[in-house]
Nanobody, 123 residues
Framework: QVQLVESGGGLVQAGGSLRLSCAAS????????MGWFRQAPGKEREFVAA????????YYTDSVKGRVTISRDNARNTVYLQVNSLKPEDTAVYYC????????????????WGQGTQVTVSS
């Protein structure tokens, strides 16, 4: 069982930056692919980024490439999402998730989810 707790969300002006964190419980954190998803009001949850257990491989959805960096610190059981040049359309609840599978964009492939952290970008 893995428990995930996100933090770092908040209200930020367009053009600003945020770093989201996701702290995981458990002793096998480095075994999991970690992903970030987001869900805007009235929309389906969408994939943002993922990183393999070792941290060597990452993958991003096209809409955030160049603005978002996913990273992890396995010694701290934590995964991060740095989001720069924030836009109002980035407003959403951001979720981290853990998967036993190789890197994947499919939410159904993730086995554990955090409760989410709200990011609101004002124009």
């Amino acid at each position: 069982q893995v428990q995930l707790v996100e933090s770092g969300g908040g209200l930020v002006q367009a053009g600003g930056s945020l770093r989201l964190s996701c702290a995981a419980s458990g002793r096998t954190f480095s075994s999991y692919t970690m992903g970030w998803f987001r869900q805007a009001p009235g929309k389906e949850r969408e994939f943002v980024a993922a990183i393999t257990g070792s941290g060597r491989n990452t993958y991003y959805t096209d809409s955030v490439k160049g603005r978002v960096t996913i990273s992890r610190d396995n010694a701290r059981n934590t995964v991060y999402l740095q989001v720069n040049s924030l836009k109002p359309e980035d407003t959403a609840v951001y979720y981290c998730a853990a998967s036993f599978h190789t890197i994947t964009t499919i939410s159904g492939s993730y086995d554990y989810w955090g409760q989410g952290t709200q990011v609101t970008v004002s124009s």
